[in-house]
């Protein structure tokens, strides 16, 4: 059948499951909004900026293990999309972005809101695509949608001419994608699953270290199963929170830069550290010559570029982390019918009480206050009100470290951050393609002031869409870890961190039409979440925390993990700026 290319795309996005387009039109995409006036099944959610667009895709595909789909025109649409890319590229998140293109005859000329989208998003895609016949356009999106979502995920970026999209041409549809370059392995080594079982088993001081490789794969299950089996402790990255229970005895919280002090203590004297889709981050090893020094490493991830990139690993094992799992699962009980960890037993045993007396000594912990709110304290709240069952958002910053120190979290895809890139401005828009999957649960977005004001006007998304997102604004009057790495690193010279009282989030969120919310003091923190929690539709709170709050632990750039900064060390500092300020 013949049809206009821009309904071939339509077509084609439906038969791949696509349900939500997050968009927004332009003169090189008006094609496809025409057919889609009219076009039944898939729900477009009109956002205020391109990136928006893109972060809201990572949301849906984050939490529903889908591939998430973006469409914007060409030119600026395009280059305001690329932040999104490269988020979702080093965070392994499978989306589709669409972007229009001037006509082919034109490609090359400067015409009118052109730019090479294909070269520019070339490093900060999995895979990208210019169509230059419609008929070709059937066979791109099955591939762009298999590409995203098979091996390691990541972003696939499909570049659409505007004459592409008007010409008729046939639907081609592949019944199967076979494409010669591209062939994910997915099944490890037998030999290297082997080694490694006797490795766990044989180890005195074993830690699990895993990332979002595990939640990417859906092998929550399966991680739970060994360790149950093997009793190692866990410990987790920042992408991979929700992978394994919080609650678990075994345990170790977040690993890293600001992780825990009994995680990185564990990863440091540990004997053999398994690492199951986690890519050695250089936030997580600290200085790399001081990581690990005494363990033999297992390493399992899909992506074999990621294996001995930044860590040498005794045992390689390239595979998809569920089938992997599983494997180790089998090659373990074989080995435990052979009572080969009968030598390990008593030193696992004075190991756990390592552990232990590790997490009794240097727990989480923060100072309390009667008349300033403290950051750490409304995320612990957060958890308690949510029981650790709401879909958690955040943007960049301290308030982000403060959400992975502080909320229990219980289940995977339920955690929606910004690892590899950093990327303020990225918790409101990603929540929003979160509320959009899931418009039954509660979706919490932790923003900091600085972070949220980078697309606070997506508001205006929410209230329009009826993504009923309770944004939590931990409004510290700046930027807070910039201010933190000044005020620990540049001994105090604070410079161009204030950001001062405007706006006020309460009247700007009712000028969107959202509900708006402040608590100034410890005592208003959780009646003012328990009212957003029970408001309809979209809430922004301002809570007013104390400034000169920092997250600790912290290993300084460049430091060992062991290095660990546990405790304020620029107090007096502080206490200058404070006075130079209020003029006491």
Known sequence: MRMSGARILLEGLKREGVDTIFGLPGGAVLPIYDVLYDFEGLRHILVRQEAAAGHAAEGYARTTGRVGVCLVTSGPAATNLVTALQDALMDSIPIVALTGQVPTHLIGNDAFQEADNVGITRP????????????????ILREAFHIASTGRPGPVHVDLPKDVLVKEAELVWPDKVQMRSYNPNYDGHP???????????????PVLYVGGGVISADASAELAELVELTQIPVTQTLMGLGAFPMEHPLSLDMLGMHGSYYANMAVHHADVLVAVGARFDDRVTGRVDAFAPN???????????????????????????????????AAVKDELREDVASLAKEARKQWAAQIADWKRAHPFHFGWSDDAIKPQYVIQEISNLTRGEAMIVTGVGQHQMWAAQYYRFKHPRRWCTSGGLGTMGYGLPTAMGVAAAWPDRLVVNIDGDGSFQMNSQELATCHDNGLAVKTII???????????????????????????????????????????????????????????????????????????EYVFPMVPAGGANTDMILEDPGAAAKDKAAKAQTGF
């Open 124 to 139: 900060c895609t999995k895979h990208n695509f210019l169509v230059k016949d419609g008929k070709d356009l059937g066979p």
């Open 191 to 205: 030999g290297q699953i082997k080694r490694a079982a006797r490795l766990m088993l044989r180890a005195r001081k």
């Open 474 to 548: 931990i409004n510290n009057g700046g930027h807070g870890m910039v201010r933190q790495w000044q005020g620990i690193i540049y001994k105090g010279r604070f410079c161009s961190i204030d950001l001062g009282p405007s706006p006020d989030f309460v009247k700007l969120a009712e000028a969107y039409g959202c509900a708006g919310i402040r608590a100034t003091k410890p005592s208003e923190v959780v009646p003012a979440l328990e009212e957003a929690f029970a408001t309809p539709g979209p809430v922004v709170v301002d809570v007013c925390v104390d400034k000169w």
């Open 295 to 329: 363990a033999e490493i297992v390493h399992v991830d899909i992506d074999p570029s990621s294996i001995s990139k930044n860590i040498k690993v005794d045992v390689p094992i390239v595979g998809d982390c569920r089938r992997v799992l599983r494997a180790l699962i």
